[in-house]
């Protein structure tokens, strides 16, 4: 990958066209869903073309209707669907000490506190009731992300998380 490429976190992707003005209906991966469209501008990855739009919007139901600069008409915005939206990391704002974006646990080794590696993880879940890790390793694991009591530690540098899991779950 290239530097430019990992500079980019994934926040979502376009549905389809929204109306005939060139709008786009896209399903947003931010919390709350609305605040895709805070971070302008996007890149819009479609095969192996990459576009940067600046953009505008707001939620409606259960996903966002957000206008792109330079896209007017429906067919144009018909041409977007299934692109996937990136910003950069450079777009997101500072975290307090302990918080991470879930874009930074992705790919991170997860250890049981005996030091049995139960894979790296693969996704994050919202469940409602707390975050759930997707781990795959031997086999998948669903791990909550309960701080202080399932997760022991998270150290970045080392690229791992130390959680309080038995390999057998």
């Known amino acids: 990958m290239s530097q430019v490429e990992d500079d980019l976190i994934a926040v979502g992707h ?41 953009v505008s919007g707001k939620r409606q139901g259960k996903n966002v209707i ?5 896209i007017t008409d429906r067919d144009q915005a018909n041409d977007l669907t299934g692109g996937s939206i990136f910003i950069r990391r450079s777009q997101l704002p500072d975290l307090a000490e302990g918080d991470f974006y879930w874009s930074q646990l992705i790919g991170l080794q997860v250890l049981s506190q005996d030091g049995f590696s139960l894979g790296r993880i693969d996704q994050m879940m919202e469940t409602g009731a707390n975050d759930v890790m997707v781990v795959q390793g031997d086999r998948e ?19 791992r998380i130390i959680v309080d899991w038995d390999k057998d779950y």
């Open 14 to 54: 376009v549905i389809g066209a929204h109306g005939v003005k060139g709008q786009i209906k896209v399903f947003s991966n931010t919390e709350p869903r609305e605040n895709i469209v805070t971070y302008s501008p996007w890149v819009i990855q479609q095969d192996d073309k990459m576009k940067i739009y600046p």
């Open 66 to 70: 957000a206008s792109l600069q330079g």
């Open 141 to 159: 694991r669903l791990i909550p992300y309960v701080m202080g009591e399932v997760i022991l530690s998270i150290d970045l540098e080392k690229q």
